[in-house]
Structures are given as C-alpha cells and as structure tokens.
C-alpha cells in the first residue's frame, strides 16, 4: 500500500502542477485577446501557446485522473455491483485494452518526440514558430506515467479480490455527487438521532 500511494501522491503531484497551465492559458488568452482588440495588434503566438499549454494540461492530468478514480465509466451499472466484481471487471479493462493502448502511446510517443528533437521542430502556425520538441516529449511522459499508474490500479485489483474491499485512495478532492450523498444521509441522521435522544 505504500508503493501504491507514493504512486498516487507522485501523479496528484505532477496534476497539481500541471494544473496551473490552466492559469497561465487564461492569462495568455486574455491578454491575446486585450490586444487584438482594444490595442489592434493582435499577438503572434497566442495560438501556439493555447494549444501548448492545453496539451500539457491534458496528457498529464490523465494520470492525476486514473489516480483520484475519476476517469468515465458506466457507474449506473458498475456502482451495483460487489467490489469483487468491480475488480474483477477493472482488472480484465486493464489488461486487455488500458496497457496494450497506453504502451503504444508511450512507445509511438517516444519515436515521435525523438524524431522531433532530431529535426528540431518548430511550429510553422507563427511567423516565429516556438520549439515544439518540448511539448512533444510531454506524450512518452504521460504514457510512462500512465502505466506506472495503471500498475498502481492492477495492485489495487488484485488486493481487493483478496480481501472484498477496496483499498484506500488519496482524498484531495471529491466528486460533488459523493459530497451530496454524505450531507443528505447527514442530515437523514440527525432527527433520528435527536428522536432516539
């Protein structure tokens, strides 16, 4: 369990910090848009920067996301059953679709990115095209990140199959309908409890 959440506290990490990508793209944005309209001179790297930045922000968030148990699933369904069944489910997903797919990512990501740092790529959307060889190494990264993840998700399979429950996660953050369910049964329980009084 310890090398479990050290992998989760690694990822949540590495989100957090990519997190604030978000904040310099509405900061770029802004201004971007600042210029080309108040002052009509319109910057030539606002393009370049906002898909940069957005990229950034996507590839590494997907670890952050596999960490916290946040990526989409059918939970109308997978929230009914045993948490041996989500196991086991989770487990053949993980096998059979998520490391074949991420593995791939990760190897077709490190030969593009190489190939890029072997040319010295540089965007051609800008009269003054930054690097892009930077960016591109960012996708074998997630990748690497994403299967170190997802062996954090098997291990959790794997314990759960043994002992019927699912082990502990990090808790930064929690989903708004988790919260409304914890403060309705809260609420539920507090006449009752006055009443047994």
Request: include cysteine; hydrophobic fraction near 50%; aromatic fraction near 14%.
């Amino acid at each position: 369990m310890k090398l479990i959440l050290a992998i989760d506290k690694f990822n949540t990490a590495i989100g957090k910090l990519a997190g604030w990508s978000i904040l310099i793209l509405t900061f770029a944005i802004s201004y971007e848009v600042f210029a080309r309209y108040a002052l009509r001179a319109p910057t030539e790297w606002a393009f370049d920067v906002s898909y940069i930045l957005y990229g950034t922000l996507f590839m590494l968030a997907g670890p952050y996301a596999l960490a916290r148990n946040a990526h989409v699933r059918g939970d109308f369904l997978y929230r009914q059953w045993s948490p041996r069944t989500q196991a086991r489910i989770d487990l053949t997903l993980y096998l059979l679709f998520f490391f074949p797919g991420i593995i791939a990512l990760a190897w077709a990501g490190y030969k593009f990115a190489a190939f890029s740092w072997m040319i010295g790529e540089h965007s051609s959307n800008s009269p003054n095209g930054p690097p892009l060889y930077h960016f591109k190494s960012l996708i074998p990264v997630a990748g690497v990140l994403m299967t170190v993840q997802g062996l954090a998700e098997v291990a959790r399979c794997v314990i759960c199959l043994r002992t019927g429950e699912w082990p502990a996660r990090l808790h930064d953050v929690e989903e708004t309908e988790k919260l409304i369910l914890e403060n309705a049964a809260l609420a539920e329980a507090a006449p009752q409890a006055g009443k047994a009084v």
